[in-house]
């Protein structure tokens, strides 16, 4: 019975993760010097690799954070992802590293889109209270007759 409840949990995880990720949109960064509290997505230049190695580790690949502060030299990112070659990727917990500008490369900017989240909450509720009915349903809930039982002799 556990066997065939994981298989539908990771079923549902499968179909309700893509909604998450939905609720997010990316686009190309269009500012040299981004706000304070953008979240960005950024590739690690090859010189960067090895200039970041100490403050990320070897081989870091992609950076997603938030800019702590920014400067046309310089960008301070609480790190919230770090990928690295060979697809490994690790969270971190909004940790402030800095970056020189010639390190990060084609930055993007990462915003929760509220359509699409407010859609993904309610398919989400929808699909739970249906869940909710059927597995009520297939207890024995509901579907009784109005009229008492008779009492046994």
């Known amino acids: 019975m556990d066997g065939m409840y994981a298989k539908r949990s ?22 040299p010097v981004p706000a304070v509290g953008t979240q960005i997505v950024a590739s690690v230049t090859d ?13 870091a690949v992609e ?17 919230v992802r770090v990928d690295y070659r060979g697809g490994t990727s690790t969270l971190w917990k909004r940790e402030v590293v800095t970056f020189p500008r ?16 407010w859609l993904a909450a309610g398919l989400i509720t929808a699909s739970a ?3 909710a009915r059927v597995f009520t ?11 008492p ?5």
């Open 102 to 117: 010639s390190t990060l490369a084609t930055p993007i900017e990462k915003r929760r889109d509220k359509r699409k989240s």
């Open 63 to 79: 950076v997603e954070g938030v800019i702590a502060a920014a400067d046309a030299s310089a960008w301070e990112l609480q790190l």
């Open 10 to 31: 990771s079923r549902w995880a499968v179909r309700v993760l893509p909604l998450l990720a939905a609720c997010y949109t990316q686009r190309p960064l269009t500012v």
């Open 129 to 131: 209270l249906l869940a």
């Open 149 to 153: 039982p008779t009492p046994a002799n």
């Open 47 to 59: 010189s960067g690799v090895v200039a970041m190695s100490n403050a990320l580790g070897p081989g």
């Open 137 to 147: 349903g297939a207890l024995g809930g509901g579907g009784g007759s109005d009229t």
